[in-house]
């Protein structure tokens, strides 16, 4: 099976990555502006440079790491291509822009469309990826999907009208988490804590206290109730985050992120 990945921007390096440990060198397809970036690419992963007319005669997954607004464009310029091909996948991981808008530019029924959403940590392996798809898009193609970025992290597949809450949640989520480490490390620090050690702590615990959650299956609030201790520090710590709003402030914060996430799309709508 032949990969091609249109665009090596950070995210289509971090994915073309993982599927680089799945797809032979010679079947893995490189494109971008900068020819360097994808010698650089082969160089470190393997895979082999490519043109956008070789790419979209000859592969059978795409990824399109382009921006959003190019996209559109970028298809209807190998539209007579697209009208000739019966076993493609297309995947976009442009945010807002929806599977229907795709198809209307595509106009071939026989082309599948996927759409993912990654988020950061898939650089290291340990990324969420939400996924939808066309309903010509067969449960083996999604499969084959899942084997190609198994080792860029978890895959979710979700309804299309559940993306922009899982890009709230998951795709914006790193960044709410950086923040709640450097604001541990910085309390630390201030207690006394080098700051190295400081931040390698908050850092390892918010992995460890995740790996919890996901290993145990336990609720968080359970979880977070058998470290209380009556009359402790922990409760304490606890009783003060309630007091200041840090829930509430978490929860605001990821409705901000999907207001803009659904603003963002219909803008790329329109265009």
């Not at 998951?170 to 541990?184: D, K, L």
């Not at 309630?242 to 265009?271: C, F, N, P, S, W």
């Amino acid at each position: 099976m032949k990969v091609a990945f249109i665009g090596l921007g950070n995210m289509g390096t971090s994915l073309a990555k993982a599927v680089a440990k799945e797809v032979a060198a010679p079947d893995l397809l490189l494109v971008n502006r900068s020819p360097q970036k994808v010698q650089d690419f082969i160089s470190q992963c393997g895979g082999t440079a490519s043109s956008l007319q070789q790419a979209f005669e000859e592969a059978e997954v795409i990824f399109l790491g382009v921006k959003p607004y190019q996209i559109c464009p970028l298809l209807e310029d190998y539209q007579e291509v697209l009208s000739q091909r019966s076993d493609l996948l297309l995947i976009s991981m442009a945010a807002g822009l929806g599977l229907e808008k795709m198809a209307g530019v595509v106009k071939n029924d026989r082309v599948g469309l996927i759409r993912i959403m990654p988020n950061m940590p898939v650089a290291i392996g340990q990324g969420v990826i939400s996924l939808v798809r066309s309903q010509i898009v067969t449960d083996q193609q999604v499969a084959q999907v899942k084997q190609l970025l198994a080792r860029a992290g978890a895959l979710y597949e979700i309804e299309e009208k559940l993306m922009d809450p899982a890009t709230s949640v998951a795709g914006c989520g790193p960044a709410f988490v950086y923040q709640m480490i450097e604001a541990m490390a910085d309390a630390g620090v201030s207690l006394g804590l080098s700051r190295e050690k400081a931040l390698q702590m908050a850092a390892q615990t918010f992995r460890g206290a995740s790996q919890m959650v996901l290993e145990t299956g336990e609720h968080p609030a359970r979880l977070r109730d058998a470290v209380c201790s009556p009359g402790g520090s922990t409760i304490a710590g606890v009783n003060r985050l309630e007091q200041v709003g840090l829930r509430g402030d978490i929860i605001a914060g990821v409705e901000a992120a999907y207001k803009r996430t659904q603003e963002m799309g219909q803008e790329a709508a329109k265009k």
